[in-house]
């Protein structure tokens, strides 16, 4: 399916998006992510750090690209989700990646930067270029409400036909922890299934720090019976400079192992 121009731009134009997505027990699952655009399909690009999770992500039957977070978003810019089968290509020696998909991360994902922004960074951080690119063969697109500067959470259920609901929520009475009510940013009335809310938050301009939080359990007509509750709802505190060089050495030693194994 053809995604559409408005579609394609509202993902070009956004910082940050969200990735849901059904795991093997038919359970759904949710993660931000880098939205960006392979051969005008959405597409995300995970380091070789992640290969067990990317793997795990293409077997999935249905996943959903979401851009409903308004911050740090240009022109043409709109909430909207695009749902579809998910389809990995392994780029081991990066190529692919470095040709269509480099630019638009080192725009949207400053912390990309300090290892891959010029030729001698990428000879330097050569583990960091190899690719795990799941793409989305789109089959729906819908409109999605705005979460203005980021307040709200996104929705995905997983659906009786086995099929993946999103959306974008807010919370209309932030009491309760066993059971919360949800709304539609978008006016749409949520289906019934057992759900994830995501939630996230990061550090602007320079996204160095990048915090997710989930709440899962059982959505019956708005109503999300809770089964496990986040212990943080908003950004991690800033890190040291020793935290930083270790939270890159372990990156490099993971992205490394996977490629060499």
Request: some cysteine.
């Amino acid at each position: 399916m053809d995604v559409g121009t408005d579609v394609r731009r509202a993902i070009q134009a956004a910082t940050v998006g969200e990735l849901a997505w059904l795991d093997r027990a038919g359970l759904p699952q949710a993660r931000p992510v880098t939205p960006l655009l392979l051969d005008d399909r959405p597409a995300v690009a995970f380091p070789y750090a992640e290969v067990s999770f990317a793997r795990r992500l293409a077997a999935a039957p249905v996943a959903a690209l979401v851009v409903s977070d308004d911050r740090l978003t240009g022109r043409g810019w709109r909430p909207v989700a695009a749902t579809g089968r998910p389809r990995l290509t392994e780029d081991r020696d990066g190529t692919l990646f470095a040709e269509q998909l480099l630019n638009q991360e080192l725009r949207k994902y400053p912390p990309a930067r300090a290892l891959i922004d010029s030729p001698l960074l990428r000879r330097e951080h050569w583990w960091y270029l190899p690719r795990l690119i799941v793409v989305l063969d789109v089959v729906t697109t819908i409109e999605v409400g705005a979460r203005v500067g980021g307040v709200g959470e996104v929705l995905a259920v997983a659906r009786d036909d086995q099929q993946l609901y999103v959306d974008s929520v807010t919370r209309p009475d932030r009491e309760g922890s066993r059971a919360v009510r949800v709304e539609s940013l978008a006016g749409r009335v949520p289906a019934n299934g057992p759900a994830v809310l995501l939630g996230h938050d990061f550090a602007a301009p320079d996204l160095e720090r990048w915090t997710p939080w989930t709440t899962r359990g059982e959505l019956t007509d708005g109503l999300l019976t809770v089964t496990a509750a986040p212990t943080r709802t908003a950004a991690a505190p800033p890190l040291g400079l020793w935290r930083r060089l270790t939270r890159q050495r372990r990156l490099a030693r993971a992205c490394q192992d996977a490629l060499n194994g």
